[in-house]
C-alpha cells in the first residue's frame, strides 16, 4: 500500500492555465506539506497545512494555494501558470501536528511549456 | 547561500569503498533529517536525529549530530551499487516543522 500518493506523476501544460495536483495520505497523519524541487534539485518547502493552521512560507507566490477537503488529502491548485514554476513538486505528512518525521509522496513533474 | 550547505555536492566512489557527507548550518538544528532519493523518484526517510551527540546506524549507515546541533555526517561503510543516488538533509528551521533542506549530494558508486 502506498503511504502517500500523489496524481498526476507527470503534467504538461501551457502558460497561463489553472491546475490541481492532488494528494493522499493514508498513514492517519495530521499534518501534510507541498515542496517543490526545481531543476538543481534544491528542495524548498511551500507549505505546511493541518485541520486548524496553515503554515505559508512567504517565498511562495499567491497563485498557489493548498486545498484541503480532509485530513488525509491536500490538493496543489495553481493559478496563471508560469515558466518558472516548472518543476517537481513532492507531497509530504507527519504524525503530530507540526512534527515528526515527514514521509514523502513520489513527486509531480510539472512542465509548463 | 543555502541555510543548509551540504558538502561534497556530488561524490563518485568506488564500490567497497568509505565515504562520507555533512551537513552544516549556522543555526541551531532542531530534528535533523537525512533522506534519500533515487533519481527520478520520490524522497526515502533514512535517519532523524535531535540530541546533540546522537549516532544513529541503519545497516552500513551511520548518521551523527554534532554536541552544538549545527553539523551533521552521514557515513556509508562499504559502499554498494546500491547506495547511489541523492542524500538530502533536512531540518527544522521554521515554524510548523516546514523542513529546510541542503542542497543534496550526489553519490555514485562505481561496481
Known amino acids: 500500500d502506498t503511504a502517500v500518493s500523489q496524481t498526476p506523476k507527470y503534467l504538461v501544460t501551457q502558460m497561463g492555465n489553472d491546475k490541481s495536483i492532488k494528494c493522499e495520505q493514508n498513514?492517519?497523519?495530521?499534518?501534510m506539506y507541498w515542496y517543490k524541487q526545481d531543476s538543481k534539485k534544491f528542495l524548498k518547502i511551500m507549505f505546511s497545512y493541518n485541520n486548524k493552521e496553515l503554515i505559508i512560507n512567504e517565498t511562495v507566490p499567491n497563485r498557489f494555494s493548498p486545498k484541503s477537503p480532509d485530513k488525509a488529502h491536500l490538493n496543489l491548485h495553481i493559478n496563471s501558470l508560469e515558466l518558472g514554476d516548472s518543476a517537481v513538486y513532492f507531497c509530504?505528512?507527519?504524525?503530530?501536528?507540526?512534527?515528526?518525521?515527514?514521509?514523502f509522496g513520489p513527486g509531480t513533474r510539472l512542465l509548463v511549456l | 547561500s543555502q541555510e543548509l550547505e551540504q558538502s561534497p555536492q556530488s561524490l563518485i566512489v568506488q564500490e567497497g569503498k568509505n565515504l562520507t557527507i555533512n551537513c552544516t548550518s549556522s543555526k541551531t538544528l532542531y530534528g535533523l533529517y537525512w533522506y534519500k532519493q533515487k533519481y527520478g523518484e520520490g524522497l526515502i526517510f533514512l535517519m532523524m536525529?535531535?540530541?546533540?551527540?546522537e549516532e544513529k546506524s541503519h545497516e552500513k549507515i551511520t548518521a551523527k549530530l554534532d554536541e552544538k546541533k549545527q553539523q551533521s555526517s552521514l557515513h556509508i561503510t562499504a559502499s554498494q551499487p546500491s547506495h547511489a543516488g541523492i542524500y538530502l538533509c533536512?531540518?527544522?528551521?521554521?515554524?510548523?516543522?516546514?523542513?529546510?533542506f541542503g542542497g543534496g549530494t550526489r553519490l555514485m558508486v562505481k561496481p
Open positions: 533536512g531540518a527544522d528551521l521554521f515554524p510548523g516543522n516546514m523542513l529546510t
Open positions: 498513514l492517519g497523519h495530521d499534518t
Open positions: 536525529l535531535q540530541k546533540g551527540g
Open positions: 509530504a505528512s507527519s504524525q503530530a501536528s507540526g512534527a515528526g518525521t515527514q514521509y
